[in-house]
């Protein structure tokens, strides 16, 4: 009889731990937390070593966009490498765009997956971050919470707003870029060249054929027509709203598209086409074909000329007004490892992983490198001193030029009427 009790003890017990391995690996074999998650108000209440103890054992799935291989091997290595530490893995997940990283969010919400979630943190900005945000599907606020939110100046608009979304503690920034312009250096001095738009049109007239921009949608040729509009209508103010009708931006807009008519026929093939991407356009510039192209960038040129998509002449300037946006990553509202992707978060800002990022992908900084002290302020200097003459524009050059981005759904409105007054053969 006893060993009979015995016996069925045995089996109850495999059950349970059954039942309890099934359990921690659920959600499609991931493992999960057996420690109920926290909400954006529980965390108001926690300290960072709380954070920091959630966040060891954890694997966070990395949702971004997987184009630059540059920037996939600063996560998959330098990153990982220093999150590996506090305990955390990264999965990154590369996607050729970045809604379908929001589509899976949507998808787990529709179907009541509200704790768990197959993503963690996104690399997102603009338009997309406005998605997540109106369809309540991001995790916050949390940013302010990070140790390293010190070294962020919040009160640069460039960054306190995303193309004129508010981040209120939702994003946290890991690069910049701003617009730049690039000219060929054994054509042009820097000196004889435009650097208004008002100047850009002389110049244009003054060198027919040296001069294009990409077709829209392309994002270079969309921040070029932006900027122009700033310039020519009175300023980026009026485009934050996020309530402006296309019939309302069309009168707002009207001087940009008598400009980009006037300049249209001293054009790179009288502007009857245009680039369809900026690698054709690098490859115009590389070819003499044009002298002047454009970057959007932090911290200049000289990883696309270490790569061939430049010139070794090729130097870079920022026009008197430069729109700049930056890179955040966000994390869903129901990520399964949400304190081990504010670890991750909080790794990027460390100045020596700035450091980095700055030089494999001549991204910028997120944060303030003049506010940097001791061996901080190295690790950027450091980066920076490195780089050619030429190649960037200074960090205080680039601030005392820089305007934030419009907001996102603008860009639907430029495309309309480039299509139906510019872009017509």
């Known amino acids: 009889m006893n060993k009979k009790i015995l016996a069925i003890g045995v089996v109850i017990v495999l059950i349970i731990c059954s039942v309890g391995v099934a359990l921690l690996y659920s959600n499609n074999g991931r493992k999960t937390s057996s420690v109920a998650d926290f909400t954006a108000a529980d965390l108001q209440n926690m300290t960072w070593g709380d954070v920091l103890e959630k966040a060891r054992g954890k694997t966070v799935n990395w949702y971004m966009w997987g184009g630059d291989s540059n920037t996939n091997n600063f996560v998959t290595d330098q990153i990982a490498r220093e999150a590996a530490n506090y305990g955390i893995t990264i999965n990154q997940v590369p996607l050729t765009a970045i809604t379908d990283g929001i589509n899976k969010v949507t998808g787990e919400k529709q179907a009541g997956t509200n704790s768990g979630g197959s993503v963690d943190l996104m690399w997102i900005n603009g338009a997309n971050y406005a998605t997540m945000k109106q369809g309540s599907l991001l995790f916050g606020p949390w940013a302010d919470k990070l140790p390293n939110t010190v070294l962020v100046n919040w009160s640069v608009p460039s960054i306190n707003t ?208 003049n506010a940097l002290t001791g061996w901080r302020a190295v690790e950027i200097s450091n980066v920076m001193s490195s780089l050619p003459a030429g190649t960037y524009v200074s960090q205080s050059e680039l601030a005392a030029t820089s305007t934030p981005d419009v907001s996102g759904y603008l860009a639907n409105y430029l495309q309309t009427l480039w299509d139906a007054r510019i872009n017509t053969g």
């Open 162 to 369: 995303d193309m004129g979304y508010p981040v209120n503690g939702y994003e946290s920034p890991w690069g910049t870029a701003q617009f730049q312009m690039i000219y060929d250096s054994a054509k042009y001095s820097v000196s004889e060249l435009p650097h208004n738009y008002s100047e850009l049109k002389s110049w244009v007239v003054d060198h027919p054929g040296q001069f294009t921009y990409d077709a829209l949608p392309d994002f270079f040729g969309t921040t070029f027509i932006k900027e122009a509009m700033y310039e020519l209508t009175g300023g980026y103010e009026q485009y934050q709203s996020a309530n402006i009708t296309l019939d309302q931006f069309t009168n707002m807009s009207s001087p940009l598209w008598n400009y980009l008519s006037d300049i249209k026929p001293y054009l790179w093939e009288n502007g009857k086409t245009y680039p369809s991407s900026i690698s054709t356009t690098y490859s115009m510039l590389s070819n003499g074909q044009i002298g002047l192209a454009m970057t959007f960038g932090g911290a200049g040129i000289e990883p696309m000329i270490k790569n061939g998509q430049l010139p070794t002449t090729a130097k870079v300037y920022c026009m008197n007004t430069s729109i700049a946006n930056t890179n955040y990553v966000a994390i869903p509202y129901n990520a399964n490892a949400k304190a081990a992707a504010m670890v991750v978060a909080n790794i990027l800002l460390e100045p020596q992983f700035q450091a980095d990022f700055i030089n494999l992908t001549g991204n910028g900084p997120s944060i303030d490198v």
